[in-house]
């Protein structure tokens, strides 16, 4: 278990450290080549912009962090797990201000409960044409969450052990709107398979806080 008060002690020193990057995330890709492919792809568009949050807080003072399912739906990544988050609105001012707000309108958590630590390395998608910026934050207090019944199927809480534990990378074959039997890279966490953008942002955080918590959880 990683209690609240170890993860809190950690982030003066997140804040310090240098993001893994790109080639931490490209571990946990789903597709061989994706670097190229997201080259290519930009080469054509211009993609839209959208934030998403990893929010950390305590649940009976351990560390947890919350995903989504998503409601089925004709998008691109119908029906996956996810961080809450969405796409940039011409009133936000930033990125951080587009995850603060995307993830009170799809969980519930209010703006001034949201405390942002980081910025994680910005990940194209290409199925869906979107610049997504990740952010590390957490929450002081226990939370209640209010899924957006429109857009969220139902709420993850996943403790933060769980992915730090290096048992629950796995791989896991699946089919999308737009590919099938596809083997990927993925993240066992809360019984849900996590893989594609989501774990390779995972994978970033994770090695953050690989580096920034006292225990090893390997």
Not at 50 to 72: C, D, G, Q, T
Not at 75 to 101: K, L, V, W, Y
Not at 125 to 141: D, E, G, R, T, W
Request: aromatic residues 8%.
């Amino acid at each position: 278990m990683i209690s609240f008060n170890a993860f809190i002690d950690s982030i003066s020193k997140i804040k310090k450290m240098p993001l893994p990057g790109f080639e931490t995330q490209l571990k946990m890709a789903a597709v061989d080549r994706l670097e190229e492919l997201q080259r290519k792809s930009l080469l054509n568009k211009t993609p839209r912009k959208a934030a998403v949050m990893m929010l950390i807080y305590p649940k009976n003072n351990i560390a947890h962090f919350v995903l989504i399912e998503r409601m089925i739906s004709k998008g691109a990544h119908s029906g996956q797990i996810a961080f809450p988050g969405g796409r940039q609105e011409s009133e936000d001012q930033n990125d951080s201000i587009t995850a603060i707000r995307e993830t009170h309108e799809e969980v519930g958590i209010n703006p001034e409960l949201q405390e942002i630590i980081t910025a994680g390395t910005p990940i194209y998608i290409p199925p869906s044409n979107y610049m997504v910026s990740p952010f590390l934050a957490f929450a002081k207090a226990e939370l209640k969450f209010t899924p957006q019944p429109s857009e969220v199927k139902s709420i993850i809480e996943v403790p933060l052990h769980e992915l730090m534990d290096s048992r629950s990378i796995k791989h896991h074959t699946l089919s999308t709107s737009y590919v099938t039997d596809l083997t990927v890279p993925c993240y066992n966490l809360n019984n849900q398979i996590v893989w594609g953008a989501t774990a390779m942002m995972l994978a970033e955080f994770r090695a953050i806080l690989k580096d920034s918590l006292p225990l090893s959880y390997e």
